[in-house]
């Protein structure tokens, strides 16, 4: 039985599998507005992981009962595509679907500014349409750009990252190797500006030791996202206005 | 018939006019003012005695208000507008509209020209005829009467203008593109 190493995983350079740094995010792509029908929705590459949110709102809650007469209620849903892994997914939605669906809502739920729509719905729906780590943040990165298209009231960025340890170096951003690997995989998701955690999820075992070191290194992922997700938004808002007249503003 | 096919990355960019930077632009989170003699408005919320941005958008300064407003949003409607709606369900007494709001609009029976006068009371025959007048699915055009506490509308189509849409098409819009003004029925 041969042991794994840790020096696969991180080199003596400081290189991991894929050639970045331990402080180095992945490659990311950030788009909105790329689906007409709905009111805002959100694109976000990191790595090879592929999320798509489209948001629905606020509009009328379709069940009477759950209407809440002084706030918005926010419906999430979030699934992975039947061809995201590389093995084609039997099921849908699973336990852990049901469980990411409910963060979202959870870390959401704090983010928009819900008392400007009483007695309304918001629907948040997000497909990981590729699956290589990292799932679940991305998906809340796509989820923030998608709320902001449709101009919906958000305290702040929500910005998302994952972050592990190996040999008690903090490694950011990881990807699926990573993830299976020996160590904790980490996921913060976080106010931008403010810092304020809204989800602090870790699926395995670490020592706690390491937990301040893997958090520091999370915010700063968080904070590289953030700068991505900015432009993004500052690029489309000023494409926006170009194509509106001087008359309509 | 030849069918002329253009490539792609052969097509004329369309021509985008350069950005204009009067404007500012800012996004969610973004600190707006810290002067604390500013009240404010839409798209706005105070954190810690400082005005800071909830969406992205434009910059309106009038006077002390300071409002940022997102160019793709619902529409919210103001006492006055003339609006396109879809009659959605038929309740007691009143129609819910759907004009892409934040939530339904409300067409009161009252607020409808019954056949047989203007100042005819409404009966209890009224109110199981209303489907005769708006079904479910027609399209109408009314103007906003007031609003509501929670924001949603209250439509009236008490002129002769407003009433139901027929023999036509109907194109959306996104609701920040259409300018108020004075009147909106063009022929």
């Given at each position: 039985?041969?042991?794994?190493?840790?020096?696969?995983?991180?080199?003596?350079?400081?290189?991991?599998?894929?050639?970045?740094?331990?402080?180095?995010?992945?490659?990311?792509?950030?788009?909105?507005?790329?689906?007409?029908?709905?009111?805002?929705?959100?694109?976000?590459?990191?790595?090879?992981?592929k999320a798509l949110a489209t948001v629905y709102g606020p509009h009328e809650?379709?069940?009477?009962?759950?209407?809440?007469?002084?706030?918005?209620?926010?419906?999430?849903?979030?699934?992975?595509?039947?061809?995201?892994?590389?093995?084609?997914?039997?099921?849908?939605?699973?336990?852990?679907?049901?469980?990411?669906?409910?963060?979202?809502?959870?870390?959401?739920?704090?983010?928009?500014?819900?008392?400007?729509?009483?007695?309304?719905?918001?629907?948040?729906?997000?497909?990981?349409?590729?699956?290589?780590?990292?799932?679940?943040?991305?998906?809340?990165?796509?989820?923030?750009?998608?709320?902001?298209?449709?101009?919906?009231?958000?305290?702040?960025?929500?910005?998302?990252?994952?972050?592990?340890?190996?040999?008690?170096?903090?490694?950011?951003?990881?990807?699926y190797v990573e993830e299976t690997a020996r160590g904790p995989d980490f996921?913060?998701?976080?106010?931008?500006?403010?810092?304020?955690?809204?989800?602090?999820?870790m699926n395995s075992r670490t020592h706690v030791d390491h937990l301040e070191?893997?958090?520091?290194?999370?915010?700063?992922?968080?904070?590289?996202?953030?700068?991505?997700?900015?432009?993004?938004?500052?690029?489309?808002?000023?494409?926006?206005?170009?194509?509106?007249?001087?008359?309509?503003? | 018939?030849?069918?002329?096919?253009?490539?792609?990355?052969?097509?004329?960019?369309?021509?985008?006019?350069?950005?204009?930077?009067?404007?500012?632009?800012?996004?969610?989170?973004?600190?707006?003012?810290?002067?604390?003699?500013?009240?404010?408005?839409?798209?706005?919320?105070?954190?810690?005695?400082?005005?800071?941005?909830?969406?992205?958008?434009?910059?309106?300064?009038?006077?002390?208000?300071?409002?940022?407003?997102?160019?793709?949003?619902?529409?919210?409607?103001?006492?006055?507008?003339?609006?396109?709606?879809?009659?959605?369900?038929?309740?007691?007494?009143?129609?819910?509209?759907?004009?892409?709001?934040?939530?339904?609009?409300?067409?009161?029976?009252?607020?409808?020209?019954?056949?047989?006068?203007?100042?005819?009371?409404?009966?209890?025959?009224?109110?199981?005829?209303?489907?005769?007048?708006?079904?479910?699915?027609?399209?109408?055009?009314?103007?906003?009467?007031?609003?509501?506490?929670?924001?949603?509308?209250?439509?009236?189509?008490?002129?002769?203008?407003?009433?139901?849409?027929?023999?036509?098409?109907?194109?959306?819009?996104?609701?920040?593109?259409?300018?108020?003004?004075?009147?909106?029925?063009?022929?």
């Amino acid at each position: 039985r041969t042991l794994a190493t840790s020096m696969e995983y991180l080199s003596p350079e400081g290189l991991r599998i894929d050639g970045r740094r331990s402080h180095e995010i992945r490659k990311i792509v950030c788009k909105m507005g790329i689906i007409d029908k709905a009111d805002g929705s959100g694109y976000v590459e990191q790595g090879n992981t592929k999320a798509l949110a489209t948001v629905y709102g606020p509009h009328e809650v379709s069940y009477k009962s759950k209407v809440v007469h002084d706030r918005a209620i926010l419906n999430t849903q979030y699934s992975i595509a039947t061809f995201a892994t590389s093995e084609r997914r039997a099921r849908i939605r699973d336990r852990r679907s049901i469980e990411a669906s409910r963060m979202i809502r959870e870390v959401f739920e704090r983010a928009v500014i819900t008392d400007l729509a009483p007695r309304s719905q918001i629907d948040i729906y997000v497909q990981v349409l590729q699956s290589d780590g990292g799932n679940l943040c991305a998906s809340i990165n796509a989820a923030s750009l998608a709320l902001i298209d449709a101009g919906i009231g958000l305290r702040d960025f929500v910005c998302a990252c994952t972050s592990s340890c190996i040999d008690e170096i903090p490694i950011v951003d990881i990807n699926y190797v990573e993830e299976t690997a020996r160590g904790p995989d980490f996921s913060l998701a976080i106010l931008a500006r403010s810092e304020k955690v809204l989800l602090c999820h870790m699926n395995s075992r670490t020592h706690v030791d390491h937990l301040e070191r893997i958090t520091n290194a999370a915010i700063d992922g968080c904070k590289d996202v953030f700068t991505v997700m900015n432009q993004t938004v500052r690029d489309r808002t000023e494409g926006q206005i170009a194509t509106i007249s001087v008359d309509a503003l | 018939m030849a069918t002329e096919i253009v490539i792609g990355s052969l097509r004329p960019k369309p021509v985008v006019p350069p950005i204009d930077h009067s404007y500012q632009i800012v996004s969610p989170g973004d600190i707006i003012t810290t002067d604390t003699g500013f009240m404010r408005g839409h798209g706005t919320y105070v954190e810690h005695d400082v005005i800071k941005s909830s969406v992205a958008g434009v910059v309106e300064r009038v006077n002390r208000l300071i409002c940022v407003r997102p160019l793709r949003t619902r529409y919210n409607g103001d006492v006055g507008d003339v609006v396109v709606g879809r009659i959605k369900e038929i309740g007691q007494k009143r129609w819910k509209v759907d004009t892409f709001s934040r939530l339904d609009s409300i067409l009161m029976l009252s607020s409808v020209n019954l056949p047989g006068g203007v100042l005819r009371r409404r009966s209890a025959e009224d109110e199981l005829m209303m489907r005769e007048y708006f079904a479910e699915g027609d399209l109408i055009s009314a103007e906003v009467q007031s609003l509501f506490g929670d924001g949603s509308l209250s439509l009236h189509t008490r002129s002769l203008k407003y009433g139901k849409l027929t023999r036509g098409c109907m194109v959306a819009v996104p609701p920040a593109l259409v300018k108020r003004r004075k009147t909106h029925f063009h022929n």
